[in-house]
């Protein structure tokens, strides 16, 4: 008799490494942004070959963030954990059955409506994660203007009379 056990170690439940490593290829690609922001001084020239390399780059991470990173989850959803239209959700002690089916909950809600969910929760991080970094690209370099005045060697405010 031969018992078989699966040992490879991401392989976990519910979980796809497909869709993991893209998620986190794409948020880690779109944070390396912000090290090379603080290199860069606001207003350098750009090179035409530093412009087609930026746009290739963010080209790629947007690709993988709005583009591999949901489908990779929705093939997860469909395929490894069975979330169809067919699929409908009770909940525990069956809160959520619908009332077609004999339960009190008003709507019929299924898995597949629960996938869609998720996906466009994905695409709001990545949504929202570029707009911060938008921001923060665009202020880098910015000095916070001091409400401080100016003193003497003794300590007491200079104020230049005008």
């Known amino acids: 008799m031969l018992i078989a056990f699966e040992t490879n170690p991401l392989h976990w439940p519910g979980m796809n490494v497909a ?11 779109a944070l390396i942004v912000i090290p090379y922001s603080k290199r860069r001084p ?3 020239p750009t ?10 780059y963010a080209f790629g991470v947007m690709f993988i963030a709005f583009g591999v990173c949901p489908h990779q989850f929705i093939d997860h959803a ?6 169809s239209k067919s699929n409908i959700i ?5 809160i959520f059955k619908p009332q077609a089916l004999g339960g009190n909950w008003p709507i019929i809600m299924s898995y597949e409506a629960v996938r869609d969910i998720v996906v466009v929760v994905i695409h709001l991080w990545f949504f929202g994660l570029l707009i911060y970094l938008w921001s923060k690209w ?10 401080e005045v100016a003193t003497s060697t003794f300590g007491r405010p200079l104020v230049k009379k005008g």
């Open 19 to 29: 869709f993991l490593f893209s998620f986190f290829l794409a948020t880690a690609g």
């Open 42 to 44: 606001k207003g350098t």
């Open 47 to 56: 090179s035409w070959g530093e412009a087609m390399l930026a746009s290739v």
């Open 78 to 83: 469909d395929k490894e954990l069975d979330w």
């Open 90 to 94: 009770y909940g525990p002690g069956d």
């Open 138 to 147: 665009q202020k880098r370099g910015d000095v916070v203007a001091g409400t």
